[in-house]
Nanobody, 120 residues
Framework: QVQLVESGGGLVQPGGSLRLSCAASGSIVNYDHMRWYRQVPGKERELVATITNGGVTNYAGSVKGRSTISRDNAKNTVYLQLNSLKPEDTAVYYC??????????????WGQGTLVTVSS
């Protein structure tokens, strides 16, 4: 089973940028979807962005236009570029790998998370 390790989080001022990385221990090609989620204590985990093996991307309305999810299959790494950061972007960001085996059998793997704090 693949292991995911996020990095790139930290403290950034409003309007700044960060590039988060999700390094996998195995081939990310084995997973149908690679996703970034974020979560604030007391709130539900929110899907931020997703990218399929075919390169199809989707973004949450809250980050659309100022974020980019990408993948480097050779490096087994998924990235999330965040620009024009706002205080409300503050959260723990998690990497998620999804393998659809059947309509009723889905395998998910989660990273440990990386904290992004947007504050002046």
């Amino acid at each position: 089973q693949v292991q995911l390790v996020e990095s790139g989080g930290g403290l950034v001022q409003p309007g700044g940028s960060l590039r988060l990385s999700c390094a996998a221990s195995g081939s990310i090609v084995n997973y149908d979807h690679m996703r970034w989620y974020r979560q604030v204590p007391g709130k539900e985990r929110e899907l931020v962005a997703t990218i399929t093996n075919g390169g199809v991307t989707n973004y949450a309305g809250s980050v659309k236009g100022r974020s980019t999810i990408s993948r480097d299959n050779a490096k087994n790494t998924v990235y999330l570029q965040l620009n024009s950061l706002k205080p409300e972007d503050t959260a723990v960001y998690y990497c998620n790998a999804v393998q659809v085996r059947s309509a009723s059998r889905v395998l998910e793997v989660w990273g440990q998370g990386t904290l992004v704090t947007v504050s002046s």
